[in-house]
């Protein structure tokens, strides 16, 4: 069944639009926890019903923003946004994005789509490896000290970064409680954005460096981060309207799941201790990672920097890719609703025994 | 009893609206996407997809919160 067509844009049937849906509140439940997440698993979804790439960039774009703006809300009324911090980072993310588009459209002139695509997945691999696997090995330094309720160190970088009197830079940040030099700030909100551009999902530098960097707790870290994604997917959508490329129909099916998936993502900070927010991230970008290093060498095959591989070995390695992408985000959904399920029990329960009022919003 | 029955009908009539603006971008589509594509011939048409995303966020987003607090999803306090 044909259910959505438009002159150039693409047709929809029934089970894209149920897919896109599902991934989209899995995404949004991910999102509304750590602050990012979906977009490596939209990207490429819409893609495979035939999208065109630039196509299914904006309309991503254009779903987040929306998105975002739903989660931060929510996020600011339990007092876990730092605003100022969040546009301070999101102006020069917002450069980072236009920077980083502008040299993945010089990569693909000078290298074609392969050359891209190997781009894109040598950064996926390099930026992960190192930032994915320190997230994951500091959340379980945390589990297994027992100190789960104790409040958050600061870094010994961070402790430094805030040392650092630049004057006339200087701001103050809320989260922080302290003061930071905007020359600091500028460079880890550019990298947000080029990551941003070039793999989707600018979270997985902008959260790890607020908490390592800036000192930030990885819950504020992470409910700031959407301030940076309403303001870079903003940006993104009124330079991809200008182009006419926002398929909105796309957008708003996926907005119709994320937005439940948001709310749920961001009620579980509630009931969580901080460092979930790390075991979440962590895990994500390393099963990405492997995701995207499988099929490294079907890329380096197409440009012949190795002995070509077969037609079915391409096709194994890239569906093994795509299937772990979907094994990720499942993967970060599951332990945010375990985990959900798991504080609102223990909360039920601490409540009866006191029997004091639950919950409110 | 008396808050649960509110939150039942604000739930409901926001369910309702936000299904009605998912028919409408269905039943509108033709134009909608016209006007999407419609920047050439008028400067601020582009801006539809962005003013369709910020009403979509206000009412669907209500809508979602509403119905997770209704079957007792709620921030802890």
Known sequence: MDFLNFGTYPELMFIDVIFLFIVGFIGGLVSGFIGSGGAFVLTPAMMSMGVPAIMAVASNMCHKFPKALVGSIKRAKYGQVDVKLGIVLGISAEAGVLVGAHLQQHIKETFGNVGSNLYVSTVFVIVLGIVGSYVLRDAWKIYHSGNHDEEEKVTALARWVRSIHIPGTMMYFSSMKSTVSVLFTIPLGFATGMLAATIAVGGFIGVPAMIYILGVPSLMASATELVIAFIMGMGGTIKFALEGQVDIRLAMIILAGSLFGIQLGAIGTTYVKAYMVKVVMGVIMILVLLSRGIVIPVYLSRLEYISPLNDSTIKLLESVSFGLLIFALSVGGFIILYALIHGMRAHQKQHQELEEPIATD | ?77
């Open chain 2, 1 to 77: 009893m008396e808050k649960k029955k509110k939150l039942l009908i604000e739930t409901v009539v926001l369910g309702i609206v936000s299904a009605g603006l998912y028919f409408s971008l269905y039943y509108f589509e033709d134009t909608i996407m016209m006007w999407s594509k419609g920047y050439k011939e008028s400067g601020w048409l582009f801006l539809t997809p962005l003013v369709v995303a910020f009403i979509f966020s206000a009412v669907h987003g209500t809508f979602t919160s509403h119905f997770w607090e209704f079957f007792g999803i709620k921030a802890k306090k």
